[in-house]
């Protein structure tokens, strides 16, 4: 685990407010932040219904933290890429926290109010990153399956990452109806390891918070 930063050379970060597309991640988080961030630190987490959601409210939900938002508050903006190109969306959220009156981590790293992070392959690149972690919500999967070329960088599984991690457990006899996303996350929240998850994006969504 990389060492603990102030995100502000003057005030350190007491509470995070977590802006989420959907109740998946929102239960992901629940099970992983307790064991992420420091034990005096508190969190809520608001799930949208989506990234279209998301994005639509975003602008007018910021203005209404900026009118109140503590010193030592922080607010995380997190979405996934889907088929956006990652520079224009990270782009597009800096640019509705700013208008918003708030200031990003990107352009006021000292004293920053609001950080975008973008989950670049859905959420099970995540899982992937630590099959450790995967193995141990469901241990019929095979520790070997990480072996695999096509999955060491997590982030650049091709044909769809859900898609690909609904038939990998499919294949060692979990959710032979069909992936219950929601389940998984709370499941996977309780178990990835921060400081050994691999995941490229998730190394940039924890250590934004550190």
């Not at 990153?129 to 096509?150: C, F, H, I, L, N």
Request: glycine share 4%; charged share 30%.
């Amino acid at each position: 685990m990389p060492s603990r930063k102030h995100s502000n050379e003057t005030t350190v970060t007491q509470h995070f407010e977590f802006l989420v597309e959907e109740p998946s991640m929102e239960k992901f988080l629940h099970g992983l932040l307790p064991r992420l961030l420091r034990k005096d630190q508190t969190f809520k987490v608001h799930p949208f219904q989506g990234k279209q959601d998301l994005l639509k409210k975003l602008e007018s939900r910021l203005r209404a933290y900026a009118e109140w938002l503590p010193t030592n508050w922080r607010i995380v903006v997190l979405v996934d890429r889907d088929d956006d190109d990652c520079k224009k969306l990270k782009q597009e959220l800096e640019n509705i926290a700013t208008k918003a009156g708030l200031k990003t981590r990107s352009n006021s790293s000292l004293c920053w109010q609001v950080v975008n992070r973008i989950v670049i392959e859905e959420l099970e690149a995540w899982y992937f990153g630590d099959w450790d972690a995967v193995r141990a919500a469901y241990p019929k999967v095979s520790r070997t399956v990480m072996q695999k070329t096509k999955y060491r960088n997590s982030d650049a599984i091709a044909g769809g990452t859900w898609e690909t991690f609904e038939s990998v457990m499919q294949r060692y006899g979990y959710f032979k109806s069909g992936l219950r996303k929601i389940e998984v996350a709370q499941a996977l929240g309780q178990h990835l390891n921060p400081s050994r998850c691999k995941s490229p994006s998730f190394v940039c969504f924890r250590d934004a918070l550190l």
